[in-house]
């Protein structure tokens, strides 16, 4: 029998998942980030990825035959040409790079997902600056580095984790706009980008030998955090979406074409022939902590009739100002009238709350987007059986919770059958043009 195994290097620890060919479960493990240890420390990483792999039982690790890992977006780092990191990496949000933006800002499109001071790219122009830089011969993000440890290449990317660089998934090049003289000394740096889950070379014998792996194991190209949360949810199929009701409610579509409207905060992932088009709304779970215990979530709901639409209309922003689907940097929340039993303040905020990503998947529609077909959910809210009716009458589409929510195992997926399962088989798309909002 042949495993396949799924690395998640998240915001708060690492997980392991092992599945077989049918796609089940076989091991599962995590490691959570020490207080004491800056979580941007390569070796807290590989002191987690020694962990995850000493875990594993002895019999699943001999037959391992693909392994894939995931980071978080824009966690970057310089190494040297035996990919030793020269110092700490630059966490995912960290917005040191500030000062680069107005560079960038001349150099790139003007609705770039690179202009951002979080961006990889950003973070390369800065560290470009720094003491250690002379001494770099790789810029890497995190899953490219933690890939390196198991097959030895170094300057190897994904187009998932390489977009925030300003690589191009859909020519599959860096765009002329890298030619401006500012970028030039930076090519040398440049990965070269495969798509995700594409065998990269097989495990080093070192790496073999210590882990006690198959040595012929394959290590693949990996993935984003938050993309490998979308692979988990098996979500295959054009119009099809995935929301995440945590903290802010995110949304993600399954689309034939990219589309980029900057304003909105919307922007597009490559999935094989596909895209997975995406926006995140400042409303979410976040305001029902603000007024709810868990456990008031729960009995409260559990009274809604959700077949009766609250007349309730509020847009429950934690604070003020909002970027999808309304773009409006002063909107104000508003959580009036409310009422006096908390089970009726309760349904008029998820019949917001639903009306708000109904809002979204229609704006997304709206600039081309495939027609939502089926929503699949993620996150606290996923499990909140009165706010899934509200939502399925609301949205108008089937709504379930995804059978999988850990980045882990859509990565395990991701090395099981790369990115195959979005491959257009009845048409093979033309390259198609980007769709831009401003
Ligand atoms: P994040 O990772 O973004 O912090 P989670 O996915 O862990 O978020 O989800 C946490 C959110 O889920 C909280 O903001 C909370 O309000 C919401 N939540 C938890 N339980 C319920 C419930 N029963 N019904 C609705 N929302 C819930």
Request: with cysteine; net charge negative.
């Amino acid at each position: 029998m042949s495993y396949y195994l799924g690395l998640d290097f998240g915001t708060s620890g690492a997980r392991a998942i092992v599945i077989d060919p049918g796609q089940g479960i076989l091991h599962q493990a995590q490691v959570s980030h020490p207080l004491n240890i800056s979580s941007a420390s390569c070796s807290l990483w590989q002191t987690q990825l020694d962990q995850l792999l000493q875990q594993i039982p002895h019999d699943l690790k001999g037959n391992l035959e693909r392994i894939a890992i995931d980071g978080t977006s824009s966690t970057v780092l310089i190494c040297d040409g035996q990919g030793h990191p020269l110092r700490d990496a630059l966490l995912y949000n960290n917005n040191q790079a500030g000062d680069v933006l107005n560079t960038l800002k001349i150099i790139a499109p003007a609705d770039h997902v690179v202009l951002a001071a979080t961006s990889s790219l950003a973070k390369l122009l800065w560290l470009q600056g720094q003491p250690e830089f002379p001494a770099a011969r790789y810029f890497l993000h995190q899953a490219d580095w933690l890939g390196f440890l198991l097959h030895g290449q170094l300057g190897i990317s994904d187009y998932h984790n390489a977009l925030k660089l300003g690589y191009d998934p859909a020519r599959e090049v860096y765009p002329d706009w890298f030619q401006h003289p500012v970028l030039a000394p930076l090519h040398p740096f440049l990965p070269k980008v495969v798509a995700p889950g594409t065998v990269i070379a097989p495990i080093s014998s070192q790496a073999a030998t210590r882990w006690q792996i198959n040595p012929t194991c394959a290590i693949c190209a990996g993935t984003t955090d938050s993309m490998g949360a979308f692979l988990a949810s098996g979500a295959t199929a054009l119009g099809t979406a995935v929301t995440s009701l945590g903290s802010t409610l995110v949304l993600k579509l399954i689309s034939p074409i990219p589309i980029q409207a900057s304003a909105y905060g919307i922007y597009s992932h490559r999935c094989g022939d596909y895209w997975l088009v995406g926006g995140a709304s400042n409303c979410g779970g976040a305001i029902l902590k603000e007024f709810f215990t868990d456990q008031e979530l729960e009995s409260l709901s559990a009274a809604i009739n959700p077949d009766i639409p609250s007349e309730l209309d509020y847009y429950p922003l934690p604070q003020a100002g909002e970027r999808f689907p309304i773009h409006d940097p002063d909107l104000q929340p508003r959580l009036d009238p409310k009422p006096e039993h908390p089970q009726e303040f309760l349904h008029g905020l998820l019949e917001s709350l639903a009306r708000i990503e109904a809002q979204g998947y229609r704006l997304l529609v709206s600039l081309g987007a495939s027609p939502l077909k089926r929503v699949y959910t993620a996150g606290g809210g996923a499990k909140n059986g009165a706010w899934t009716k509200i939502r399925t009458r609301v949205l108008g589409v089937p709504v379930q919770a995804s059978p999988q929510t850990e980045a882990a195992y859509g990565t395990a997926l991701l090395a099981l059958r790369g990115l195959a399962a979005y491959e257009n088989l009845a048409q093979k798309l033309p390259a198609s043009p980007l769709k831009v909002l401003g």
